[in-house]
């Protein structure tokens, strides 16, 4: 039946097929096809490409974040001059600037995300 149902049906050959017989003379049989998962992700290999690739990634802060980050612990271990510094020195209006930069780019990716018409892939990505 599988080499039968495979030739619309690739994914038939990984399927579990669950005859029913009727109880009623001259009733059609039941044929019912579940498909198993493939276990896609699961892999302890998946996992490891996912982690090579996460540990390969460029390291990057948004200097926004680094810079609050940086005045908040500066502020708690007492040091309340950090801040005027950096203002001074420009670093805030920087930080600012880049975080700015990067918002508009993160917004702009989305909406051009949102826009897309959803298709299969071919491929499967790494983890799923």
Same mark, same amino acid.
């Given at each position: 039946?599988?080499?039968?149902?495979?030739?619309?049906?690739?994914?038939?050959?990984?399927?579990?097929?669950?005859?029913?017989?009727?109880?009623?003379?001259?009733?059609?049989?039941?044929?019912?096809?579940?498909?198993?998962?493939?276990?896609?992700?699961?892999?302890?290999?998946?996992?490891?490409? $996912?982690?090579?690739?996460?540990?390969?990634?460029?390291?990057?802060?948004?200097?926004?974040?680094?810079?609050?980050?940086?005045?908040?612990?500066?502020?708690?271990?007492?040091?309340?001059?950090?801040?005027?510094?950096?203002?001074?020195?420009?670093? $805030?209006?920087?930080?600012?600037?880049?975080?700015?930069?990067?918002?508009?780019?993160?917004?702009?990716?989305?909406?051009?995300?949102?826009?897309?018409?959803?298709?299969?892939?071919?491929?499967?990505? $790494?983890?799923?």
């Amino acid at each position: 039946m599988k080499a039968a149902l495979s030739v619309d049906f690739p994914d038939v050959e990984n399927a579990d097929i669950q005859i029913e017989r009727p109880k009623a003379a001259g009733a059609p049989a039941t044929a019912t096809v579940i498909k198993r998962g493939t276990g896609k992700g699961n892999s302890s290999l998946a996992l490891a490409e $996912v982690l090579r690739a996460l540990d390969s990634a460029p390291e990057y802060i948004n200097p926004a974040i680094a810079l609050s980050v940086e005045i908040l612990r500066r502020e708690a271990a007492g040091d309340t001059s950090f801040f005027e510094e950096a203002l001074l020195r420009g670093d $805030v209006e920087r930080a600012d600037a880049e975080g700015e930069r990067e918002g508009r780019a993160v917004a702009k990716a989305l909406e051009v995300l949102y826009g897309c018409t959803p298709i299969a892939s071919e491929t499967v990505p $790494v983890g799923f």
